[in-house]
């Protein structure tokens, strides 16, 4: 099992930035990505920001240019940047991570991921 752990919500004036961080620890073996997912009531979590195994980045459109996601590899702990804030970035946003694992009894692998308990961010206008 992987425990992620996210920190950083807070209650911001539009305009204003926060710093996300989530990490990971437990049985860790290879991730392939670690993603920022934001939910708001009634809704479906939606991506906000991936960081993948190689580096490469996804943003949704409303965090491209404001947002940035980073990962220190060596701590399996990933980091959102987020600036300029609106009040349409108010939410939970939950840590996600997908990592390979082997089957047990074979000599297979599969992807699973795990999910944080999420950190609450207000962004008052």
């Known amino acids: 099992q992987v425990q992620l752990v996210e920190s950083g919500g807070d209650f911001v004036q539009a305009g204003g930035s926060l710093r996300l961080r989530c990490a990971a620890s437990?049985?860790?073996?290879?991730?392939?990505?670690m993603t920022w997912y934001r939910q708001t009531p009634g809704n479906q979590r939606e991506l906000v920001a991936t960081i993948r195994r190689d580096g490469r980045t996804v943003y949704s459109d409303s965090a491209k240019d404001r947002f940035t996601v980073s990962r220190e590899g060596a701590e399996n702990t990933m980091t959102l940047h987020m600036n300029n804030l609106s009040p349409e970035d108010t939410g939970v946003y939950y840590c996600?991570?997908?990592?390979?694992?082997?089957?047990?009894?074979?000599?297979?692998?599969?992807?699973?991921?795990?999910w944080g308990e999420g950190t609450r961010v207000t962004v008052s206008s």
């Open positions: 437990g049985a860790i073996t290879i991730i392939h990505a």
């Open positions: 996600n991570v997908e990592q390979r694992e082997l089957i047990p009894g074979t000599s297979f692998f599969e992807l699973n991921d795990y």
